[in-house]
């Protein structure tokens, strides 16, 4: 895995987002600039990771950072712009949380929106190529997860804390039960959902 684009002292602001295919929940998104001698073992995309190693790697990120941010966009949000737009919308919160400005933003996956004077670069499979997308990856898919144990206590039933909503026939089954919830995107095809 790459640390950075440049070989030069360019601050490098790396992007991506977790949870575009849930049906229900924020999707998060998480910005993160990291020191030219950061050093973590085992990061990684955080898809690739166990839970109990992507939780163990958070503190060291949120420790050596230069800096980060983390943010999301709520289903209303979702339903409004669409996930795609919505998950766009996040990554530039995430951005203006920065207490330092890159830059270069590195954006995994091949879409993204102009984030006002600075130049971006998207990276597809980016968070298996640059420890600064990684980073960011296991950032926004640790708060989400968290978020959705909270959310899994006031809707019960649906098993959230496991399944993070996504579409999982346990999630399907309950959706089909007990109607879908306020925190359920309803632009998605919550209907009709087959549990088989």
């Known amino acids: 895995m790459q640390r950075f684009l440049s070989a030069d002292t360019f601050l490098e602001a790396g992007c991506d987002e977790a949870g575009r295919g849930p049906l229900a929940g924020p999707v998060l998104a998480a910005a993160v600039i990291l020191p030219r001698d950061f050093d973590l073992p085992g990061l990684n995309d955080s898809k690739k990771l166990d839970e109990k190693t ?21 289903p209303a949000e979702i339903d409004q712009y669409n996930i795609l737009n919505a998950s766009i919308l ?71 804390e496991r399944n993070m909503a996504y579409p999982t026939p346990e999630h399907r089954k309950a959706l089909l039960k007990l109607g879908p919830t306020p925190e359920h995107r309803v632009s998605f095809k919550l209907k009709n959902q087959n549990p088989d």
């Open 54 to 74: 992507r939780f163990e790697l958070e503190p060291e990120i949120r420790k050596q950072a230069l800096a980060y941010g983390i943010a999301q966009c709520s």
């Open 90 to 160: 996040a990554m530039h919160r995430a951005l203006d949380q920065l207490s330092m400005k890159p830059d270069l933003i590195l954006v995994d996956g091949n879409r993204f929106k102009n984030y006002p004077f600075i130049p971006h670069q998207c990276v597809v499979k980016g968070d298996s190529k640059f420890a600064s997308i990684a980073a960011a990856s296991i950032l926004a898919k640790n708060e989400r997860d968290r978020i959705m144990v909270k959310l899994a206590e006031l809707y019960p039933g649906y098993g959230w």
